[in-house]
């Protein structure tokens, strides 16, 4: 079965600190995808990354980093020098190729709250 | 380009009370999903279209129905309101399946009381 786990229920730091937001997945496919997604206080989704399971590289963008491990079933998101614009809660998805519907399975989510 | 967009925004109905939740794509987009999010918690897949007059459950459809007459359209319709369907909806939708990022109405909060 697919499950997505995201165990930090609420993370605070302080402006400028580095924060990591963990994810486990779980799926029996051999071929899916990983999101994470950004809703901040107004409430709407905001798309940040996907990635695909054959694609392992890290990447970063700005001051967010993605570290996907296979081997620990890992998608974790980090913040570097965390701002206040990044309150927010953080959603980690994870969509199996099987039957081709785009079907996401959402994390319980991670509300970081950064601290002037 | 609108995107997704979502009407209403808000809604309060009764116990047993019907209203259909509206979701509307400009993005010629043939996959459509509906979720809910309830307080604290990620979201769930109620129902989904893979294109237009093909629809399926998805994890929590009980007491909801859709349909998908149209490409653009993909309402929700919620029968017989009961207090455990309290929530934000969001519709979304994405040009293909495998991987593709979907793109998210607004939302609608419904509380029904």
């Known amino acids: 079965a697919q499950k997505v786990t995201q165990a930090q229920t609420e993370i605070s730091v302080v402006e400028k600190e580095d924060v990591t937001l963990d994810c486990v997945y779980e799926t029996r496919d051999t071929t899916y995808y990983l999101f994470w997604y950004k809703q901040p206080p107004s409430g709407e989704l905001v798309f940040l990354i996907r990635?695909?399971?054959?694609?392992?590289q890290n990447e970063i963008s700005g001051r967010y980093s993605w570290n996907f491990q296979k081997s620990t079933s890992s998608f974790n998101f980090t913040i570097t020098a965390s701002q206040v614009v990044d309150s927010a809660v953080y959603f980690c998805a994870l969509s199996e190729a099987a039957g081709n519907t785009g079907k996401l399975i959402f994390g319980q989510g991670t509300t970081l709250q950064v601290k002037p | 380009n609108a995107g997704v967009t979502q009407t209403p925004k808000f809604r309060i109905l009764k116990i047993g009370q019907s209203m259909t939740l509206q979701c509307t794509q400009d993005m010629n987009h043939n996959y459509m999903y509906w979720y809910r999010q309830d307080p604290g918690m990620g979201l769930k897949l109620i129902y989904y279209s893979v294109g237009a007059g093909i629809t399926d459950k998805g994890e929590v459809p009980n007491g909801y129905n859709v349909s998908r007459s149209t490409t653009e359209d993909f309402p929700l319709r919620l029968e017989l309101a009961a207090p455990s369907q309290t929530s934000v909806y969001f519709c979304?939708?994405?040009?293909?399946?495998?991987?593709?990022?979907?793109?998210f109405g607004p939302g609608t909060r419904l509380t029904v009381l």
């Open positions: 979304a939708s994405s040009w293909l399946a495998g991987g593709n990022e979907q793109f």
């Open positions: 990635r695909n399971s054959f694609d392992e």
